[in-house]
């Protein structure tokens, strides 16, 4: 009997995963370089790319054509007489002009996280963070609050990263029956303005540490929401929670070991009234925990970055949130891996 082709078992997908940092580190160099921000404009000859660039003759095309061949930009000619322009969703996400920019997390995955998977078996190992603590440094977001021009950079990153989630949440969750919101942990007070923006009987609260306020109001007063959103400075490790309506976290509770998270679980439903809602907005692990690679990843990530943090199931969730007094939960779909889990008072 032939084995047909459909059935050969192949290494592709092996080789694929196993030299994806190939992939991986072309497209963070690009970024980390500013070249689709340089493209942003229109079509460039290689060799003006590499003046722009201060790149050397030898790796030029092959760099560039990498890049066309794994569809982040596009070409005409070949070699000498090639112009490069981006793709579309390229220039849409990739040019740091634009308000839609995401690469602010890809340049922190380029500037600092590569190195640190690099000891990811000793992590697996040793159960400890494989970061700047590792050499006596100050934990990330200690070093990222001391020093405003990194903490605006990492606030507009995440942002960026996050909108697209923030706009379905916005639009998909019922605020018929809630007229207050809390974002805990708010950052830039993106999530709050798009919950105002899409939802006229709502008033939002961004709760961040004090050196976010600025960065935070800034943004606010300049989408013409100072009316609807208010800034809060606080603790949410040391503080009580602003009361309302809804309280929600956005990639807040994968940073922290069980008991910080049932801790913060337990602050939002003291904070709730009858009938609130707490909403927490992560890369959502499914319960079988073998589809969202991508969340299972984070959690990965989250042992590299912190000491007792990790991502999570809605069946996980479900548990806390029922230990701790809440009447049901649920879970909402919002963009690629991302879900929001959702738990009524």
């Known amino acids: 009997m032939e084995t047909t082709t459909e059935n050969q ?48 003759e030898r790796g030029l095309y092959d760099f560039l054509d990498t890049l066309v061949s794994l569809g982040f930009l596009k070409r005409s000619g070949i070699k000498e007489s090639s112009m490069y322009s981006n793709a579309e969703d390229t220039d849409l996400f990739l040019d740091k002009n634009k308000k839609s920019y ?146 929600t976290m956005g990639n807040i509770l994968h940073d922290w070991g069980t008991n910080d998270k049932k801790m913060l679980i337990k602050k939002a439903y003291d904070a709730l009234p009858e009938g609130g809602a707490l909403v927490v907005i992560e890369n959502i692990i499914d319960d079988n925990r073998s589809e969202n690679a991508f969340g299972l990843m984070m959690s990965l990530n989250m042992l590299i970055e912190t000491a007792e943090g990790y991502d999570f199931s809605a069946a996980d969730f479900n548990e806390w949130a029922t230990e701790i007094g809440f009447s049901s939960t649920s879970k909402m779909p919002l963009t690629g891996p991302s879900s929001a889990v959702i738990a009524i008072k």
């Not at 192949?10 to 921000?37: D, R, Y």
């Not at 404009?41 to 660039?53: E, P």
């Open 9 to 56: 078992v192949t290494p592709s997908k092996v080789m694929q995963i196993g030299m994806g940092f190939w992939a991986s580190k072309t497209l963070l160099t690009a970024v980390n370089m500013e070249l689709f921000t340089y493209l942003a404009n229109g079509a460039v000859s290689g060799q003006d790319i590499k003046t722009k660039l201060g790149l050397h």
């Open 102 to 247: 995401v690469g602010g997390m890809l340049e922190m995955c380029n500037n600092r996280l590569y190195a640190f998977w690099n000891d990811f078996e000793e992590g697996l190992k040793t159960g400890l963070p494989q970061n700047e603590t590792k050499g006596g440094g100050k934990p990330l977001f200690e070093e990222l609050y001391a020093n405003e021009d990194k903490l605006r950079e990492f606030v507009k990153a995440m942002g960026g990263i996050q909108m697209g989630n923030f706009m379905a949440f916005a639009n998909k969750f019922d605020f018929s029956a809630y007229t207050t919101l809390c974002d805990v942990g708010g950052a830039g007070g993106f999530l709050s303005a798009q919950v105002a923006m899409n939802n006229d009987n709502m008033s939002c609260t961004s709760f961040d540490l004090p050196p976010v306020g600025p960065i935070a109001q800034e943004n606010i007063s300049n989408m013409g929401l100072g009316e609807r959103v208010m800034i809060q400075s606080g603790s949410f490790l040391e503080e009580d929670l602003p009361k309302a309506d809804v309280i």
